[in-house]
């Protein structure tokens, strides 16, 4: 109960004693909270004031999960279109993939969708974020898209052309 505390006269209530319950740190369970936070996202604001200009929430559009899950889809369809126009005598123009081409095609194919996919996470997880105060970095995502949807339209025409 609240105890009264006398001062100058006047009788004021304190506050009650602060009780708390060791329980275990809800920190120390990180893939449940990822799962968790994933499937029940709370945040869709920053948090404090000061957070509001740059916050990392949650909780994103549908459209930026469309385009981030397309970019992955395109990034796997030009792993294989890659691997398959070198069969055919193509050489790959990128010099920091053509040495994991050259060698072992699913070291490649699981390099470049491990590169991608971090890209992506990365550029999902600052979309909020404004670059050079001119645009979110979530529009990047789109960006990219867009260049994969270009890419694999060459590819193909490569494809088809080689047949």
């Known amino acids: 109960m609240a105890q009264t505390l006398e001062s ?10 602060e009780r708390r319950v060791a329980m275990r740190d809800r920190r120390d369970r990180l893939a449940f909270s990822l799962v968790y936070g994933g499937l029940r996202p709370r945040r869709r604001t920053g948090r404090r004031i000061a957070d509001h200009h740059q916050p990392i929430i949650d909780w994103h559009g549908p459209g930026l999960l469309a385009s981030s899950i397309l970019v992955l889809i395109l ?8 691997l398959w126009l070198m069969t055919a005598g193509a050489i790959e123009a990128n010099p920091l993939m053509a040495p994991l081409v050259a060698g072992d095609g699913q070291g490649f194919a699981i390099t470049k969708l491990a590169l991608t996919g971090g890209g992506v996470v990365t550029l999902v997880a600052m979309a909020n974020f404004r670059v050079f ?16 949807l270009v890419l694999v339209s060459y590819e193909l025409a490569l494809v088809a052309h080689s047949a």
Do not use: E, I
Not at 8 to 17: D, F, I, K, L
């Open 75 to 82: 990034c796997v369809a030009d792993a294989f279109l890659t």
């Open 133 to 148: 105060r001119l645009f979110r970095v979530g529009s990047l995502v789109h960006t990219v898209l867009v260049a994969y």
């Open 8 to 17: 100058n006269g006047a009788t004021t209530m304190a506050p009650p004693a």
